[in-house]
Nanobody
């Protein structure tokens, strides 16, 4: 079983940047894929980005591509989400998730373990 803990959320003005971190423990980090999702109040959970474990192949939702970057440091058991050019519509709780199967997926049901989430608020 993997435990995930996110950090790095906060309040930022539109156009600003934040970097989220997600630290994993409890299982070999390098053997599974990681994803970031977000959920705004009253909305369904939305895929943001994902990265696989070996090749570090990434993909993104259309709404964040070109602004957000997902990366991972297997030596530190950590995955990051660098968020630039933030917009008020990026406001949400951001959660990281682990897919033990090692596949890249945008479907939340494909992920096995979730962190508690970290709040990101972008003011206009």
């Amino acid at each position: 079983q993997v435990q995930l803990v996110e950090s790095g959320g906060g309040l930022v003005q539109a156009g600003g940047s934040l970097r989220l971190s997600c630290v994993a423990s409890g299982r070999t980090f390098g053997s599974y894929s990681m994803g970031w999702f977000r959920q705004a109040p009253g909305s369904a959970r939305e895929f943001v980005a994902a990265i696989n474990w070996r090749d570090k192949i990434t993909f993104y939702s259309k709404s964040v591509k070109g602004r957000f970057t997902i990366s991972r440091d297997n030596a530190k058991n950590t995955v990051y989400l660098q968020m630039n050019s933030l917009k008020p519509e990026d406001t949400a709780v951001y959660s990281c998730a682990a897919d033990y199967g090692g596949f890249l997926s945008r479907q939340d049901e494909d992920y096995d373990t979730w962190g508690q989430g970290t709040q990101v608020t972008v003011s206009s």
